[in-house]
């Protein structure tokens, strides 16, 4: 059984690096194969998945802040969304107030998100 999997692992690994993947010091958190880069991207080639090497805790922080945001933005649209149907359909004056707070309130979030990400990617780019 083990045996079957290690080599399974040993075909796969290189199969990519027979199509050119470079060989990593670096080893995969999940399953413990070495980790290949393939057009500069560090991946996983038995688990078939992109790995960011991190060199610190602050650094692993960082590296799913645009996943984060990107989640968040989602999620701020979504609600602006939903929202903007309800104030369409409402005639109630305090309601279409609030609900031009709870609007205004979500878009602030949503521009410092995007904010932050575009600074975030600024940041990231080679000069
Ligand atoms: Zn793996």
């Known amino acids: 059984m083990e045996r079957t999997r290690s080599d399974e692992r040993v075909k796969r690994l290189a199969a990519v690096l027979k199509s050119g993947a ?3 010091t670096e080893s995969c958190p999940e399953c413990g194969s070495p980790l290949v880069e393939v057009k500069g991207q560090v991946m996983c080639a ?4 992109p790995v960011v090497i991190v060199r610190d ?3 692993a922080g960082r590296a799913i802040y645009p996943y984060v945001l990107s989640e968040l933005e989602e999620v701020m649209v979504a609600k602006i969304d939903e ?3 309800i104030l369409a359909r409402t ?3 305090d309601e279409i107030e609030r609900l031009a707070e709870t609007i205004d309130a979500l878009m602030t979030v949503l521009r410092k998100g995007v904010e932050l990400r575009e600074y ?8």
Do not use: A, F, I, Y
């Not at 038995?46 to 998945?49: F, G, M, P, R, Y």
């Not at 975030?120 to 000069?127: G, I, N, S, T, V």
């Open 91 to 93: 005639g109630d004056p």
């Open 22 to 24: 470079k060989l990593r």
């Open 46 to 49: 038995v688990c078939d998945k």
């Open 57 to 59: 805790e602050t650094e």
């Open 83 to 85: 929202l903007t149907r």
């Open 120 to 127: 975030l990617r600024e940041k990231d780019q080679p000069k």
